[in-house]
């Protein structure tokens, strides 16, 4: 396995990203691009592990797997933006197909969160996107419900520096719209025909379980639900959520 740190240009912002390459003879490769949350703590440099153990995780079973970081979020500059997040997707998905050893026919994304309502949407949008992997996706953002106003979400998200600039949003309404542009729930049954998993947990604190029913209802077929018993939002660090979503990815893939 070869892995090598990238940087996607979208909206003149640079983001930071590793590709992992399997090893192997020649010839062409599926690909997989994870899609990280919302984060909910300030970005550590020194951390280790996370989303690059994940790629390499994957990279290990015959992926080509692309991890970067959205717009705001770790390394990459601007601010947290869900149209420019799904705007970073599709990047992302543009930079996979210029790598000579991907195989065109099998371009499979993996969120987590936040991630996978952007991929969701993006899907949705982007017929290039082969199947579809989603880890506590919510049906939608309900911010305002759980007792935030617009401006202590965006103090929030300054505090845990996903918003730099002193000067963003230029508009908090126009800001806002965003999330609610992309909800999974009035794009997931656009996948259809390709393959969906969505995979919750039914003690997930962050998004209820219910919005993964509801997401599963309204999902065009192919398309599988796993609930796990126990399972909080983090199901990256849940090994019966990887091992299902690399188990399923693989069968989409042969």
Known sequence: MKDASVVLSCDELMLAGELYMPDGPGGSFPALVLCHGIPAVRYNPEEKGGYAELAARF???????????????????????????????EVA?????????????????????????????????????SAVAAFACPAEFDFMASGHTVDSLIESFREIGIIKDPSFPKSREKWLEGFNTIKPIDYIDKIAPRPLLLVHG?????????????????????????VLPGAGHRLRQDERAVEAALSWLKKQVQ
Request: charged residues 25%; glycine residues 10%.
């Open 59 to 89: 990279c290990r079973d015959g992926f080509i797997t692309l991890t970067f970081n959205f717009r705001g979020c770790g390394p990459s500059q601007g601010n947290i933006d869900m149209l420019g997040w799904a705007d970073d997707l």
């Open 93 to 129: 998905i543009d930079f996979l197909f210029m790598v000579p050893e991907v195989d065109k026919k099998k371009v499979c994304l993996l969120g987590s969160s936040g991630g996978a309502a952007t991929s969701v949407y993006q899907a949705a949008r982007d017929r290039r996107v």
């Open 202 to 226: 039914d003690q997930d604190e962050v998004v209820p379980v219910s919005h993964a029913e509801a997401l599963y209802k309204k999902a065009g077929d192919p398309k599988e639900l796993l």
